[in-house]
């Protein structure tokens, strides 16, 4: 089976600025991948390049098997992207904001229910008849996925779809994701959300100054490092000097360590603290999450 999306030694420069470095990664079909990277990592660079927005340097994009440069039709048609920027023709209405993209991509009357169907989904039914510019920036942000959907790619593209919204939106938005996601549709997510990817991601690309950094499923990523975090309160003595280096954080009177697990045994740091005095009032564990795996990596 051909990929979702090919990607293959992609680099983009803009002047001096060289945003992209030879990326190459394939996303299968049905996959929910996560591309994640801190700002100004390449993600919004390479996310454009395969939406056909501008061109690379050199290398090559494909989705379901067209090239997104010589075959840019096919491969649009493929493709739904739901960008970060809020933007519309503030002169219609939800519905035949709808309608009329549907159009764009060839899609007539046959492409009214979905649309009826996407507007119960997302909670938009009410709205249907209500003018773009009346709509609240959630509304706004749920028309936009319903907008980038209603051709029924089969790859879709979420920038940041969660950005700057509320706990409602975040929570049908992932219903109605789940379920496309489970009728075959590949989806590709960018946070900085790290627990949403964490959660629905199967796989994930690390980007950083335009290179992979990590490219791995989820509970491989997760497991990739060997420390763990030990969180501890204590009183008697101070902290011993021997544990200081490995502070990972401090707050409400207690310590966080972050221990190497092949070297650094838990019961070897209680003895230590022991040894110095300390009596350990509390004390838990917990393994690195995403979060954690990417400050690791990318060192921000």
Request: aromatic share 6%.
């Amino acid at each position: 089976m051909q990929p979702a999306i090919r990607i293959a030694d992609v680099r983009k420069s803009f002047g001096a600025l060289h945003a992209l470095n030879g990326v190459s990664f394939d996303i299968q079909q049905g996959e929910f991948f996560g591309l994640l990277g801190p700002n100004g990592a390449g993600k919004s660079t390479l996310i454009n390049i395969i939406a056909g927005l501008i061109q690379p340097s050199s290398g090559s994009i494909s989705v379901m098997g067209h090239d997104v440069i010589s075959h840019w039709r096919a491969a649009r048609q493929s493709l739904g992207v739901v960008p970060q920027e809020l933007v519309f023709d503030p002169f219609f209405n939800v519905r035949d904001m709808l309608r009329l993209q549907a159009g764009y991509f060839g899609c007539g009357k046959e492409s009214w229910p979905w649309i009826d169907e996407m507007l119960e989904a997302l909670e938009l039914s009410s709205k249907r008849s209500t003018s773009m510019r009346a709509l609240s920036g959630g509304m706004k942000r749920r028309v936009l996925i319903a907008q980038a959907l209603v051709h029924k790619p089969k790859v879709v593209i979420l920038d940041e779809p969660t950005a700057g919204v509320d706990v409602e939106l975040r929570r049908t938005l992932w219903g109605f994701m789940r379920r496309l996601h489970a009728q075959g549709t590949t989806v590709v997510l960018t946070t900085h959300y790290l627990e949403e990817a964490q959660e629905m991601c199967s796989r994930i690309a690390i980007l950083d100054q335009g290179e992979v950094k990590a490219l791995e499923p989820t509970r491989t990523l997760l497991q990739r490092h060997p420390f763990r975090f030990l969180t501890l309160s204590f009183s008697g003595a101070p902290l011993p000097e021997g544990l200081r280096p490995f502070v990972h954080a401090e707050a409400d009177g207690s310590i966080e360590l972050k221990l190497d697990r092949r070297t650094q045994p838990v019961a070897a740091v209680l003895e230590q603290l022991r040894v110095e005095g300390c009596v350990v009032n509390d004390i838990h564990t917990r393994e690195p999450d995403l979060e954690d795996i990417f400050v690791e990596l990318t060192k921000k």
